[in-house]
């Protein structure tokens, strides 16, 4: 077996690293970066960019450039590129191509073996739809594991002695994740998880971007946002702006021949101060404390409880940032690890726990995930009968025995959802099979027991079966935008055509 690489498939940035001598190391992409903008981008002569090139040239291909496919992962969203529909999973493969060819060329060797991260609440579709990204751009799908639980094997949490619980507070490019974890013994588990899925540094880089606007418009009676490629440039030195906030006390930002006025080019020069920065963004900060406080809720914690907090994801490093956390928590942030990185280092170890490269103290880590919704069947009056509650350890079997609502009723259909509410309706469908071959006898009289199975990677197996007559029916839930191993194929093969 070829090393395994652990992969962090970011909605904004990916990443990727591999186990080096016991250590976790990044893998730097081919222009020498540690970690790969998620953009892939379609030219009009069939080119494709991934990466820093594919995001520099948006402005000027906005339709054909895909930012942040990872939120569509797991839908029915075809995207159409010059007459051809793709799905999000064939997208996210050409970000995994990529990342695939540059770790080959940096280690000299071929990569087939992968461990994907995904978010902890990513349900059953999106995980399967990565694993299916995977796939399609060549990589056996070894394990797909939570973000906040790689991230805290990369913290090294997991060796120390003593049972704790940790937080991982996750703030993006677009998204922010918040997850609480109990750590025993090596074996971590996520006890509770909560976030916003459309929150994250983007937003930070919006408030101020739309600031210089402003000030230019005072200035200039110009509004720059009409100027597709001017605006796009200002968005830029705004981020560029924030990051240098999160070393500086002030930055200026400085914009020549932005636009030509009518009296010739104008240019934008203005100081940016990290007070007025807090301003602009402290609504931003604050919004990420109710997940925060609904996760520890969840989880049954206080903040006393937290032994650590841990910080994951780019925006972490702003300062207002970092100090709401610490205020919340009533300690500082642990620190020691990349926050960009963390996660795929994380993803590396567990590749080396898989292909028994590493152990802890001797024996092999153990790593426990839960289910982020309960899941159940519907029964008679649209009422959601729960199999296997929200937070269950994975992996997990549990059954449970129903019966027939109508006297010699032949068949059922088993209506397998997802969700809190009582009621069926409000969940969601993950899947429908029918039993057929019931024994004939009154209502109420067949034995029909229901089983779900969860594996290690939270993809669900569901079956029925009747006790009496042994006929049994089952489901692997893939819910119907999961493509079949011929579209996989076919997907495969379509991707090689445009590899280098
Ligand atoms: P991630 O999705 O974890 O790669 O995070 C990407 C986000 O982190 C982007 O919005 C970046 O602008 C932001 N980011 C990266 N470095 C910094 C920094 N030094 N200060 C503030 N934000 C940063």
Redesign the pocket.
Known sequence: MSKIIGIDL????SCMAILEGGQSIIIPNAEGSR?TPSVVAFQENGQRLVGEIARRQAAVNPQYTIFSIKRDMGSHRKISIQGKLYTPQEISAIILQKLKQDAEAYLGEPITEAVITVPAYFTDAQRQATKDAGTIAGLNVQRIINEPTAASLAFGVDKENQPQKIMVYDL??GTFDVSVLDINNGVIEVLATAGNNHL???DF?ACLADYLAKEFQKQYKYDIRQDAAAWQRVKEAA?KA??EL?GLQQTTVYLPYLVNGPKGPLHLQTTVTTALFNRLTAHLVEATIKPVRQAMSDAGLQPKDLSKVLLV???T??PAVQKAVADYAGKAPFKGVN??ECVAMGAALQGGVLSGALTAGGKSLLLLDVTPYSLGVETVGGVFSVIIPRNTTLPTKQSQIYTTAAPFQSSVEIHVLQGESPQSQYNKTLGKFRLNGIRRALAGIPQIEVTFDIDVDGIVHVSAKDLHTGQQQQITITASQQMTPKQLAAAKADLQKHSR
């Not at 970011?10 to 940035?13: A, L, S």
């Open positions: 970011g909605t904004t940035n970690t993006g490019g994250g540094g983007d880089d981020e924030k990051c999160s994801g780019g925006s490093r702003i926050p960009d």
